[in-house]
Each structure stands twice: as structure tokens, then as C-alpha cells.
């Protein structure tokens, strides 16, 4: 078993940023994908970005290239989403995911049916 726990979540105005956060616990994660996923209300839930845990492989879905960034750190077994020059379009409750697997990192790897592990997610709100 994975357990995941974003924070980071919170309003904030359109321009402004917001770190999450995604604590990893209960297994190496070694051979695993994680992804930061997005579901906005009345919305199917979407991959935002993702990384393989161990190298430096990543994705960004085309909305967001450019303003946002997945990374991790190994010593606090986190995954972070910075994201920058946020607007409204971006609001939604984020969710972290995990995927054990050492297939090539590619969007259809990342499609959420296909995930093994979820956080609760936390809620981003952006203002106008």
C-alpha cells in the first residue's frame, strides 16, 4: 500500500502561484509514476503532470507547459507541483496519484482508470 497526502492547496488570484505538496508513504517508490491529476466541477478528472519516481522523465498536459513544474524530494519522499501565472481556468481539486510500473512515461500511461494510489486531493481556487 501507497499513502498519499497532498497540501498545499488554497485562493489565490489569477497571476499569483501555489506549491503542493504530496507526501509518499508505506512503500518505495522506486518503480512507480506519480501524477498530479486536476478535477474541475462538471469536469472529467485530467492529468496535469508526472514524473517516473526514480530519473528524471517528465509530462505536462499542453495547458499547462511552461507554468507549472513536478519535481520530488527524495530526503521528505515528496512530489511537488509548483504552479505559476495561475488563472481561473486552473481551479479544481488537485489530486496525487501513484502507478507502479516501468512502462515508458507517456500520456496514456498516465490515464486515471489506470492508477493504483490517490490522495484526497486538495482544492485550488484562482480568482479573477
Known amino acids: 500500500q501507497v499513502q498519499l497526502v497532498e497540501s498545499g492547496g488554497g485562493l489565490v488570484q489569477a497571476g499569483g502561484s501555489l506549491r503542493l505538496s504530496c507526501a509518499a508513504s508505506?512503500?518505495?517508490?522506486?518503480?512507480?509514476?506519480l501524477g498530479w491529476f486536476r478535477q474541475a466541477p462538471g469536469k472529467e478528472r485530467e492529468i496535469v503532470a508526472a514524473m517516473r519516481w526514480s530519473g528524471s522523465t517528465t509530462y505536462y498536459a499542453d495547458v499547462v507547459k511552461g507554468r507549472f513544474t513536478i519535481s520530488r524530494d527524495y530526503a521528505k519522499n515528496t512530489v511537488i507541483l509548483q504552479m505559476n501565472s495561475l488563472n481561473p481556468e486552473d481551479t479544481a481539486v488537485y489530486y496525487c496519484?501513484?502507478?507502479?510500473?516501468?512502462?515508458?512515461?507517456?500520456?496514456?500511461?498516465?490515464?486515471?482508470?489506470?492508477?493504483?494510489?490517490w490522495g484526497k486531493g486538495t482544492l485550488v481556487t484562482v480568482s479573477s
Open positions: 508505506g512503500r518505495t517508490l522506486s518503480s512507480y509514476v
Open positions: 496519484a501513484a502507478r507502479r510500473t516501468f512502462a515508458t512515461l507517456t500520456p496514456a500511461l498516465m490515464d486515471y482508470h489506470g492508477m493504483d494510489y
